[in-house]
């Protein structure tokens, strides 16, 4: 295996923002969606789903962006090709569920039968073509595809951005957690009646923590100043912001409350002994992890700096992925484009864990135990509780009936509230604080693609 650098910290200096107005209409606008369409989603590399959930040759999954449905199949010799989900005869969309495996794709108009390679293998009446029997020759049209991070990533541009220097610098960042060997045990999509950037924006700040989740500051440092952030030439954001210990200004700052006390106790730490010094306790854990975490299994510790067994390091991707890295799992939440309305979008929550039977020590979740279910599967902490530790089926969620996690839940209100309130004549543009500034770098990147600068 190579050597596995950690993952820096230094801070990016940041870039000179130009101070583009973030007007109501680019929320709103069916003219701005298409120009998104053209100039961006076209053109950027898009995650579309988990590697490992298609092992074997023949397996495939659909990733669906805007009006385009991507067909990802797994090959013989295991590398992984992305075909657009359509029949080159006379265009009917080819596969019509969202995975499974199959060696041979049957397109159910005409019975046009393609291999996993993408080419035509079979079809009725093949004499009754001028130039001949076409199987061999037509293709299903192929897109570039990547893995990386154990995702598979694709872009329907026909000459991409280099890999490496789009996903600059995650692949960096996130290698020392190994997310290629975790388990996506949650996988949620949820149709909001907001744009999509409404969510992704959310996630860009963090200003809204201690008035949108003021239950964090019992566990999470949520004041800006001792957060760092970081905005990179290509697009993307992270936020560092310390975790395993209660913020400054919580209402009881030297006292643990749970869920830290559940943390503590975890580690075999003692919430009685950090009575009034519950400051302290974010070292003892990143401490007691260091001593136990080899003999329990954690393998993926070793790779992780100190803070990282504490910490949370977000990156708010371009142009619409964010993903948590915490010291157990890593949230990945997306709000995808809806395919024609710009008012709505499809809020994607997945939770993905560590492939390791031992979890509920670690309590994920601060505070979560991991237990059998009655089935007797093994079990791990989720945003929305206990759930099997294996890939999960992909749910539907319904809002507000449905959940998408409490959290997610809270940012998901505002995000229909906001929706209405920029369209309204009383919203100019944003007035960003300081600690917002990668909202305005976000759609300044974002108006570099769509006015032709990148
Ligand atoms: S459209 Fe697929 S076989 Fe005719
Ligand atoms: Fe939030």
Partial sequence: ?????????????????????????????????????????????????????????????????????????????????????????????????????????????????????????????????????????????EIHCEVALGFVWVTLAEKPQKFQEALNPLISH???????????????????????????????????????HPELSVHIENDYKFSQFDMYDNGHNRMLMPGHKPALGDQSPNEVNFPLDAALEAWDLNPEDFKGKAQETRLAIQEQKRKLAKDRGFWHYEFLTDEQLTDYYFYNCFPNYDITMTPDGIQFQRPQPHPTDPEKCLF???????????????????????????AGENMTETPLGPRPLRPAEHEWVIYPEGSMGYVTDQDISMAIGQQKGVKSKGFEDAILTNQERRVRRYHEVLNDYIEGRR
């Fill in 1 to 141: 295996m190579n050597k596995i650098i950690p993952t820096p910290r230094d801070k990016h200096p940041d870039p000179e923002l130009r101070g583009d107005r973030i007007s109501g209409e680019r929320y709103y606008s069916k003219e701005f969606m298409q120009k998104e369409w053209d100039h961006m989603w076209t053109k950027v590399w898009q995650i579309a789903g988990i590697a490992s959930e298609i092992p074997e040759p023949d397996d495939f999954f659909v990733y669906k962006i805007g009006l385009e449905e991507i067909l990802v199949v797994r090959q013989k010799d295991k590398s992984i090709k992305a075909f657009y989900n359509v029949c080159p005869h006379r265009g009917n969309i080819l596969v019509h569920v969202e995975n499974g495996s199959l060696d041979t794709f049957k397109c159910t108009y005409h019975g046009w039968e393609y291999d996993t390679e993408g080419i035509l293998r079979n079809l009725q009446d093949p004499e009754d073509f001028d130039d001949g029997n076409p199987c061999g020759k037509i293709k299903l049209k």
């Fill in 174 to 212: 996130m290698s020392p957690y190994q997310p290629e060997k975790y388990i996506r045990v949650l996988n949620l999509t949820c149709e909001v009646d907001c744009n999509w950037k409404i969510i992704h924006d959310n996630f860009n700040e963090s200003y809204h923590l201690p008035t949108l």
């Fill in 348 to 374: 994607e929550h997945w939770w993905l864990v560590p492939d390791m039977e031992q979890l509920s020590a670690s309590a994920t979740f601060m505070g979560s135990d991991t237990t059998e279910n009655t």
